[in-house]
Every structure is written in C-alpha cells, then in structure tokens.
C-alpha cells in the first residue's frame, strides 16, 4: 500500500482507495456522464455513441462534465464494456431502443475470428483520452472546478464474464441463457473465450494505467447469474489473475470490483480476488457486508439509483444511513448501479451536497 506521502492530500478519493477512513466519504457516482444531463444531451445529438467514445475531444468532455457541475471526487473514463471485443473485430452497433447488437460468438470459427493484436491500434484514441484528462484534472485549472487537482482518475473495463455475456448472447438481456448454457454444455469453448478476455482485460487495464488512469474498476455487472461453482470459476477466478497481472506490473495502483448481484458471495469475492475495493449493489446491506469483509479492503456504495430519481427527503434519509453504515471504514460513497437518465440534474447536486454535510 502506498504511503500517504505519496498521495496528494486534495486527491480524497484515492486516499480512501488506498484505505484512509475519510469524513465525510469521498464520493462520485456510476454512470455520472450521462443522459440526465442536458449538456451530454447536447454532445449526444451531435455523434453517435461509439464516434463519442472514440473521439478523444469528445470523450474528455463528457468525462469531465459532471466534474465541472458537481466537483466529484472521481472521474471515469467516458467509454464503454464493449470497446474490448470491438477492438478485437466484433462486429458492435449501439441501437436506439434496444442497446448493444453483435456478432454473436457461438462456435470456435467465431472466436476464432476474434485478433486480439488489433486491441493496441484500435484502442489508442481512448488511451489518448486518459492521458488528455490526467492533464486537465492535475493541470492548472482549466476545467472550471474549485480544487484543480482534487479529482482522481479512473479506468475500467467490463470483467470477463459480463463481456462474456454479450459477446456470445449478441445482445442485452435478463438471464443470459445462451451464456450461461454454454458455459455447462461446451465448457472447453467457453473456457477459451474466458481465457481471451481474461488476458486482453488485463492487458488493457495497464495500459489504461500507463496513460494516466489512477485507479480502476472491473465491473462484472451479470455475475450474480451464476450459481456458487460458476460463480467462483467464471467471475472470482478471471478477477483474480486481472488483479494479479496488474500488481506485478502496477503495485500502487488500487483496484476497484463490482460483482454486481452477488449477495452472500461478494465476501469470498472480496477476499480472493484480491482487489482494494469492492462495490456494492443496491441489495446490499453495508452494516453486514462490513463485518464480513477483511478490514483492509474498502467499501463502495450503495444508493438505489431510484432514490435519487425521487429525490427529496427519501434520498436524504437512503443517503444518509449509507453514509453511516461506512463511517470508520474506507468507504466511498456510489450508487448501486447507474444513474438512471431520466433523473433530475437538480436531485443530483442535493444528493453531493448531503453527502458533503459534515455534520
């Protein structure tokens, strides 16, 4: 673990990731950039989603929109799960209405289809975008915030198995089924895509890293799909070597885990991963997680996105209570899955401005 001395003081939320206990928490919430606020709206009329991610103007700006209004304590990187198997020749359409739609990876001709030594040239314009925005956040001040500096930087990727999902699915869903039969009945198939994703996760995240990403997050955002034995060997297993892979080559940079849905098992997840922080879905109960995770790791979470789309004072009281349930703990305070679009720009800022109480 890093000493504090070489963390920068304002840096709050990477203290907190490096296991200070701050109060009040650091916070900055999933899915901050995005279409509840008008000026993404605005950058949405103008590109399609992936010109957006691939554009480096582009991506910078909408990475550091919520930055600018609220002063959040984390940026995340602009971007999408699905630039890896794009990169790797995927076939990738965003459609309005219905989300993702791919090549569906169903045998071992598509898979082997997949090149990832396009990942490099393909995904340079987004670690261009990380490079132009550790610039902005640690450079004079340039993006209208109060404390120039204060923000800390985050990659992420999509962990193998969610990728998994709509690689092979071809499309968003509930259940997943396809994914999920296929990792019982063609498990040497399904074992070779989860290895190709495991290596390429890894691989991209230290690049994020080496462009100027701080910290980082796996979002595994369908592993509560799977029964224990699965779950263990396709979200705990692949999260593991990702962290070990980045470690060795990256040991101060920390490691955010998101096993979304993963109720009892977000323990054993925490504990064999070996990640610095695990996040927490909306179902989760901080007060009991806490007593079941290894003090050293921290906390991240929890408020229903739904509480914030409400507003007023059930999101104060929901806010509140979190707040408390991480008190004496390295914990940063999120949601348990994105803001929802439709939510009220105005809900947000009273939400940042309760967690700031100090009181």
């Known amino acids: 673990m890093m000493t504090d001395q070489h963390i920068p003081s304002a840096k709050r939320l990477l203290r907190t990731l490096n296991g200070e206990a701050l109060w009040p928490p650091p916070m900055w919430l999933m899915r901050q950039a995005g279409r509840f606020l008008p000026e993404f709206r605005a950058m949405r009329a103008k590109a399609d ?24 304590d984390g940026a995340i990187l602009f971007s999408d799960i699905l630039i890896l198997p794009w990169a790797m020749g995927q076939s990738l359409e965003f459609v309005e209405g219905k989300g993702p739609v791919l090549g569906a990876i169903r045998s071992e001709q598509d898979l082997a289809k997949l090149d990832p030594a396009r990942i490099a040239e393909v995904t340079a314009p ?36 969610t990728v998994a999902c709509y690689m092979v699915e071809g499309h968003g869903s509930r259940e997943f089924a396809i994914t999920r039969q296929m990792a019982y009945a063609e498990p040497v198939l399904f074992d070779r895509l989860m290895d190709l994703l495991t290596q390429t ?25 799977l029964s ?17 892979t980045i470690k060795a080559r990256h040991p101060s940079t920390r490691i955010i885990g998101f096993p979304r ?3 009892v098992l977000v323990a054993e997840y925490a504990r064999e991963t070996g990640v610095d922080v695990v996040a927490l879905d909306t ?72 967690i700031r109480e100090t009181a």
């Open 261 to 263: 849905l993963s109720g």
């Open 49 to 72: 989603f992936l010109t957006r991610c691939m554009t480096p103007d582009i991506a910078t700006e909408l990475t550091l929109q919520p930055i600018k209004r609220f002063g959040m």
């Open 283 to 354: 179902g989760a109960d901080i007060k009991i997680v806490r007593s079941m995770v290894p003090e050293h790791i921290g906390i991240q979470g929890n408020l229903d996105p739904v509480a914030v789309l409400a507003g007023g004072e059930a999101m104060k009281r929901e806010a509140l209570a979190i707040r408390e349930a991480g008190r004496g703990r390295a914990h940063v305070f999120n949601l348990g899955h994105g803001v929802l679009p439709q939510t009220p720009v105005e809900h947000v800022a009273e939400l940042v401005s309760t």
């Open 228 to 244: 224990p034995s699965e779950f263990r060997k396709h979200v705990i297993a692949p999260s593991r070597q990702i962290v070990q």
């Open 126 to 161: 987004v670690l261009e975008t990380l490079t132009r925005l550790r610039t902005e956040l640690n450079g004079p001040d340039k993006i209208g915030v109060a404390q120039p500096g204060a923000t800390t930087l985050l990659g992420f990727t999509g962990a193998p198995f």
């Open 201 to 225: 996760t890894a691989e991209y995240l230290c690049k994020q890293i080496e462009a100027g990403a701080e910290a980082v997050m796996l979002f595994d955002s369908w592993a509560g799909l």
